[in-house]
């Protein structure tokens, strides 16, 4: 049985979720507000494309920035996947319902291609693999930057698909008291308390804590069919079992300016009990897995060092995993199944821009990390005793020049190095069965280059191209629990990226249009896939792989947001280059060729006595098609469209009411094409993602936030 961070290894696609940048989701008046922002005074002319227009000011790539200040919706404190569906180019897989496992992955990249960060510290493991965006609470948050194409050099090189930052609010930002409910289908409910403000008269330092718990019991119906795929006589409604999940989430931040410089100091701790449930076809009742995290992310600035526009930067994370996973009855793989792994991650980086010349800036980072897995097997074995320790080491340095020529071009032309040791050899008669891990060192180039053209006012063209690499992970290597096992054979990625566009970003007669479009390519050399082998699934080096598609974004919302529009589309093309003729010219799995988002608000607000309301209502549309399942080209998925329905209602800055409907027309069943010798035959199979894990069919949630302003100081 997989767990879900092992699910969201092997798979490319679940519930698709293409997207839009909310950056132009346009802010109520002063009296009313989004659930996210807790400011007591509003801007008249704060803009809801400034987040937008920094990134894009910082980086020569195609990058979207999801504001959250200006993102309307109660929703969930939990509903980061669904914020970062948005972004062009972008799709979330899911695995189940409601606090299920949720990865992410940019321009069809496989979930590990992209980096995840927080305040620029990594969260991605190599040791203990991907990061559950899913459990990564927006509390705390001011924005969300995805980049596409080109990726900052400090992001490292594994970011083959693109990078995604998760960046802090400032403890300034958030004064006062916020308080937070929901309830929705499947027993899911929520409810947190979030505090911030200044700390000293001075006001120099102020302060953060968020607290939340969030959980469901996941018992939602969908369509068994009785082991027996091909046949629709043995049919019959089932209720999702050992679904549930429990999470509590302490997330804080400490903010000290001193001079020209700023400090800021986040811990976040996260404990998550959970049930794996298991695809349809092979069900478990007690397998368990307990989850510990906590992490601390400390940051420096010093800006204007040397002249305007220089800076100096060091970041710090420290990590710590301790997570239990249990099978007691040997529901998965040959043996019960009592395993602990604790882990350890150091993180360190000085990054350094200095000016130049008169338009030019040289930026220089590094950066040293240090992981360290221990796996304790408790239950009886055969053979080997499944115990190990695996210690990785990572250096990089990367160093960037940007030439800005006059106020139109500008070019950045980077390098990165990177140099790793993998300690992995275990003594005699640890480890897994026949352990091969050994100890080896690799260094990966990664040259980059990205330029950005303004042809008239509001219309730029964008190019980008680099070279990157990723090493495999431990649970790619390793991995032993359930269904999943690794291959220790495995090769480190590389791959090459190009992409170029053009992004519009005017005002037309109080309307503000943001509109993009891009093409991309990527060609992959020993791209780590994982293929089934009977009852097992296992990763395997794909000699070659290509990927070439396009996305595009448009979003009008006019300067009253009375009625808005966002909608994106991706075209994504793949093949295998492997010379087996059987995989040979074939698509890759699970990447929809097509997927189309369309968002849609409407609302106006007015007065009742002295309180601004505003009610609104909210419609979603998720399509995709062209999806397929095996690597022989011979499963595919028809096209399906996913529809929601949502009402809001704000009165003024203290109180948020939402109610929203998922999976409107209620998508419980659909059908796989077979292809084979006798032609196309389908068949029909439960709403479920990529690896035949059920996903609920019509759900509602609602929710309740209430803002209690702080005295100010």
Do not use: C
């Not at 000016?355 to 030019?360: D, F, Y």
């Not at 190990?388 to 500008?410: K, N």
């Not at 190009?498 to 390519?521: E, H, K, P, S």
């Amino acid at each position: 049985m997989l767990t879900p961070a092992q699910a969201a290894a092997i798979a490319t696609s679940a519930l698709v979720r293409p997207a839009v940048p909310t950056a132009l989701v346009a802010p109520p008046p002063a009296e009313a507000s989004s659930p996210y922002r807790t400011v007591v005074e509003a801007d008249e002319d704060d803009d809801p494309r400034e987040a937008q227009r920094e990134v894009d000011r910082r980086s020569p790539g195609f990058a979207t920035a999801i504001d959250l200040e200006h993102e309307p919706g109660a929703r969930s404190s939990d509903a980061l996947p669904e914020l970062l569906a948005r972004a062009p180019g972008t799709t979330v897989r899911s695995f189940g319902g409601l606090g299920q496992f949720a990865a992410v992955s940019l321009r069809g990249s496989s979930p590990q291609q992209v980096a995840l960060f927080l305040d620029g510290v990594p969260l991605n493991s190599s040791v203990a693999g991907l990061v559950d965006v899913g459990s990564l609470p927006l509390e705390g948050l001011h924005r969300i930057e995805v980049y596409r194409g080109y990726v900052p050099i400090a992001y490292g090189s594994a970011a083959i698909g693109g990078a995604i930052d998760l960046v802090g609010a400032p403890a300034w930002r958030r004064r006062g008291l916020s308080l937070r409910a929901g309830y929705g289908s499947f027993g899911a409910r929520e409810g947190g308390v979030s505090m911030g403000g200044p700390l000293s008269g001075s006001g120099r330092t102020a302060g953060m804590l968020s607290i939340g718990y969030a959980g469901a019991t996941g018992d939602f119906p969908f369509l068994y069919d009785g082991g027996t795929p091909a046949l629709a006589g043995d049919d019959v409604d089932r209720r999702r079992r050992n679904d549930d999940y429990d999470r509590i989430a302490v997330h804080a931040r400490l903010d000290h300016r001193r001079g020209p410089w700023r400090i800021a100091v986040q811990p976040l701790v996260q404990l998550k009990t959970q049930g794996i449930p298991g695809p349809a076809s092979a069900e478990s009742q007690q397998v368990r897995l307990g989850t510990l995290v906590a992490r601390t992310v400390v940051t420096a600035r010093r800006h204007e060092l040397l002249g305007p526009g220089g800076r100096l930067e060091w970041r710090l994370g420290l990590g710590a995993l301790h997570q239990i996973y249990r099978d007691p009855a040997g529901e998965v793989g040959l043996a019960v199944d009592d395993q602990r792994q604790v882990g350890v991650d150091l993180y360190l980086s000085p990054r350094l821009r200095l000016p130049l010349w008169h338009g030019a800036f040289l930026g220089l980072s590094a950066d040293q990390r240090v992981e360290h897995l221990d796996v304790d097997q408790r239950a009886p074995t055969v053979g080997s005793t499944g115990d190990a320790r695996r210690t990785r080491l990572w250096w990089g340095a990367a160093m960037e020049l940007e030439q800005f020529v006059g106020d139109r071009l500008r070019v950045v032309p980077a390098l990165r190095v990177d140099a790793l040791d993998s300690r992995f050899a275990v003594p005699p008669g640890a480890g897994e069965q026949d352990d091969a891990g050994r100890d080896a060192s690799t260094v990966g180039l990664g040259p980059r280059v990205g330029a950005r053209l303004r042809l008239v006012p509001g219309l730029e063209l964008r190019a980008s191209g680099g070279r990157y690499f990723r090493p495999p992970t431990l649970p790619e290597l390793f991995g032993n629990q359930g269904y999943l096992v690794g291959n220790e054979g495995l090769r480190p990625e590389r791959g090459q990226a190009v992409d170029g566009g053009l992004v519009l970003d005017r005002d037309l007669a109080g309307l503000m249009l943001y509109a993009a479009i891009a093409g991309f390519a990527t060609w992959s050399e020993d791209l780590v896939q994982w293929v089934s082998a009977g009852a097992v699934a296992r990763p395997t080096n794909v000699e070659g792989a290509r990927l070439r598609g396009m996305e595009s974004t448009l979003a009008l919302v006019p300067r009253r947001p009375w009625l808005t529009l966002h909608t994106n589309y991706t075209f994504l093309d793949t093949r295998n280059d492997s010379p087996d003729p059987t995989v040979h010219d074939q698509p890759l799995p699970g990447r929809p060729r097509h997927e189309l988002f369309v968002r849609g608000t409407a609302g106006r607000g007015f007065w009742v006595g002295r309180v601004w309301t505003e009610p609104r209502v909210l419609y979603t549309l998720e399509l995709s098609a062209g999806t397929t399942l095996d690597t022989a080209g011979r499963l595919r998925f028809p096209p399906r469209a996913v529809q929601g329905l949502g009402a809001e209602l704000h009165l003024g800055q203290r109180v948020h009411l939402g109610v929203e409907v998922r999976n409107l027309l209620d998508l419980r069943t659909t059908t796989v094409v077979l292809r084979d010798v006798d032609g196309v035959r389908p068949r029909p199979a439960g709403f479920q993602d990529f690896l035949g894990y059920p996903l609920p069919g019509r759900s509602v949630w609602g929710s309740v936030r209430v803002e209690l302003e702080g005295r100010r100081r």
